[in-house]
């Protein structure tokens, strides 16, 4: 593997002590006509959230039990983005999306999946027109998702107040992200489909930007940015960005984008 291939680089203490595997290639999910390959690791062991940590910090990004990367022969466009916390500028936009949710609580949960979070996923999930075949997930693949993870892993569910002191109020966003060394990952998101004047996608994004302030870590990791994606290509409004290059972090630029 070439150190100065920004498709293929791992630190060299990482390589030698965790074995990699490299996906057969498949339709890209997010653009057409191209074809994606992948660079993996299982996250098991005794040091898997140490692990994780490392190959966070090179562009990798969490999926249940493994850690990836894109490792593609011919495209690099996606690139591992994140948020650097502690010069985001809060825009008049920002604020109105915070203005609009102020009435939601976050409350972090532990890494225990439940039949409330399901169905609103499954909402989630139908009523998107692309999301991968992950309609067909069933309860038990979403424990797996969730009470599987082999690192240090919150579920943040976003409620509407309580009309009853008997009632939790209306869950209705849910985050599951990763507490790391220098920063928030976040995992995997979802929302009420009937919200959409809230804006909840970029709600769940601004208030990890907050916790991080709060919690002093510099980073939100969002995975990974692809330009002019209509899935991913929205990363690029939250400024300033990063991309990874290799092992080397540097800002976004305007032009870029």
Request: net charge positive; charged share 25%.
């Amino acid at each position: 593997m070439k150190e100065h291939d920004n498709t293929f680089f791992i630190p060299p203490d990482v390589a030698r002590s965790v074995r990699f595997h490299i996906t057969t290639s498949q339709p890209c999910p997010y653009l057409p006509d191209r074809k994606e390959r992948k660079i993996f690791a299982n996250l098991t062991g005794t040091n898997s959230v140490e692990l994780n940590d490392s190959l966070t910090r090179v562009g990798f990004r969490r999926s249940q039990i493994i850690a990836y990367r894109p490792a593609c022969v011919a495209c690099q466009q996606c690139k591992s983005v994140r948020i650097d916390v502690r010069q985001f500028k809060w825009s008049k936009r920002w604020r109105r999306v915070l203005s609009k949710n102020d009435d939601l609580a976050r409350t972090p949960c532990p890494k225990t999946a439940s039949n409330e979070q399901f169905r609103l996923m499954k909402r989630y999930l139908n009523s998107r027109h692309d999301n991968g075949g992950m309609n067909d997930m069933s309860m038990r693949d979403y424990i797996g998702m969730v009470d599987a993870s082999p690192v240090r892993t919150v579920v943040f569910e976003y409620r509407q107040p309580a009309m009853y002191a008997s009632d939790d109020g209306i869950l209705t966003g849910t985050s599951l992200s990763d507490v790391l060394r220098d920063g928030l990952s976040m995992v995997y998101s979802f929302y009420s489909p009937d919200e959409k004047a809230r804006g909840l996608g970029t709600f769940m994004v601004l208030d990890h930007i907050r916790l991080a302030q709060e919690l002093d870590l510099p980073y939100v990791y969002l995975g990974y940015w692809v330009k002019n994606s209509e899935k991913m290509g929205y990363k690029s409004n939250y400024k300033p960005l990063e991309v990874c290059e290799g092992d080397v972090w540097r800002p976004l630029l305007d032009d870029e984008c």
